[in-house]
């Protein structure tokens, strides 16, 4: 039996990260398309066990953990109480006594470093230089040893603590945190590190990234390169581990359906491997985002590509069951999420000028959907996300699909053919990649809106091939103007302050100008 064990600490809220763990625990955080568990995990040797603290969240670290690393051995525990009175990384620590014999390396999960971290058979604390120490637990150093540890709050002390360390006389270790415990019934680890002190504590200087609050953490995003695939959202996430892609979802039905769909699009879209209630992973596959060579030529193989293989026509759909899902899919889910826009408070519904266009207020415009447009849905199998981001080209010059829909309004197998081409053409406006630079400008005067947004020439080619190909098929484009304006006000609530108000103001001018018949682009 191997007695030495890597042990993991998740089970504190992450409070100071507000938001982006209300659904999830702050391990779960991505950080360059990596979780933040995996940039921690990934530094140990990968034969030794870990012991994995949980609690805020812990099912899903559980999930995560057994997704990304189905061959590594772990042993889980729940903390109780891991929030409020009673509460700390002490106790957490002191919980897991019995599942750790020997002796260990413990890391808080919002301490990165960058490089390998082995077992030396000695005490040890990683440590750091901080421009803002009073944050956190300070030491004092002579040569390689620790002389000195201060509390938070306390003066003195010239290096921080990062959080990770290596206990090697375990057995005082836990007698010390026991007895601080006994005491106190709630202490920090340093506890049991003030009795290694004169057993020889040493020091390893790390490269560290504290990601345990906002600043932090944007410090940690931009220092580790790279960037994200996707524009984060609070209830998803995706991560690149070991060769493959986990996507991650708070609502369990939505993962399900997720994977249930993969099966009926089948060739079309990578195969899951593996899935939990929260998670499913599938082999990343080789490959260009649509996004990254757009070209005439591309789109439109693509297009031919997806009428033969994605499109294929449900024949028996009745026009009341088109009306009735359509209305739900369309009509209901824009007044949700319209609603979750005025429930923030930075907008109502309420008439504005949007670039120099006289715009209804959304609920004006939404009453002129009439009966012949629900009824215009054109059923056939689908993706329901079909943006340029999310079409890969591989390089035989095939195409697979990626982050497809869950469903159309409850169906699995069929959605509307229009909705398909309003995401690629929402995704042909506005340039995620333009989004991410901040390429966009947005001005509010009352209710007198001005926005703009870069836009690629080889996208302005494409718009026009788009709707070319549109009109060659005998389809609407003035139906798939009035869905992506739809769509751009669907995801508003959905994204970041101030791209949230340009989806908004660009989806209310494209919806009136499209309702109005004006043929010109939305900008």
Known sequence: MNEKMIVLLTAGIGSRLGILTNTRNKGLISINNKAILSHILDIFPSDIPVVVALGHYGNLVRQYLEIAYPSREFCFREIDPFQGPGSSSGFSLWSLRDLIPGPFIYC?????????????????????????LEKYTRVSVFGDQVTRIFRKGEPGG????????????????????????????ECSDIEGLYSLLGKGLFVHHVDWFDTGSKSTFEHAVQSLGGKQAQLPKESEDLYFQNGEVIKFFSSGEKCQRRVDRSKI???????????????????????????????????LRFLGWASRNLWVSYKNVSVDELQ?????????????????????????????????????RPSELLNRLDDIFFQSTMPVQFHGDLHPDNILVKPNGDFVLLDWREDFAGRLDW??????????????????????????????????ISFDIAVHYRNIECIGLLEHWVEQCGLSIKRMRILTALIYLNIAPLHHYAYNQLLYFLGLRMLQRALDGNGALPW
């Open 158 to 185: 010239s290096v921080a603590y990062t959080g990770l360390a290596e206990i090697h006389d375990h057995r005082d270790f836990w007698e010390a945190l026991g007895a601080a415990l006994g005491e106190r019934k």
């Open 108 to 132: 808080t999960n919002d301490t990165i470093v960058r490089h390998k971290v082995e077992f030396e058979g000695k005490n040890w604390l990683g440590i750091a230089h901080s421009d803002d």
């Open 324 to 360: 009735t899902l359509s209305k739900a899919f369309y009509l209901e889910k824009t007044n949700q999420r319209l609603q979750m826009l005025y429930d923030s408070g930075w907008v109502m519904d309420n008439t504005y000028c949007v670039n120099g266009v006289d715009c209804q």
């Open 265 to 299: 699009l089948s060739s079309l879209v990578p195969q899951v491997k593996r899935s939990s209630s929260n998670f499913y992973a599938y082999t990343m596959v080789d490959g260009q985002m649509m996004s990254d060579i757009l070209s005439a030529e591309t789109l």
């Open 415 to 448: 959605g509307d053919q229009y909705y398909d081409l309003a995401k690629l053409y929402h995704g042909l406006l506005v340039s995620h990649d333009f989004v991410k630079n901040n390429k966009f400008s947005v001005e509010i005067n009352e209710r007198t």
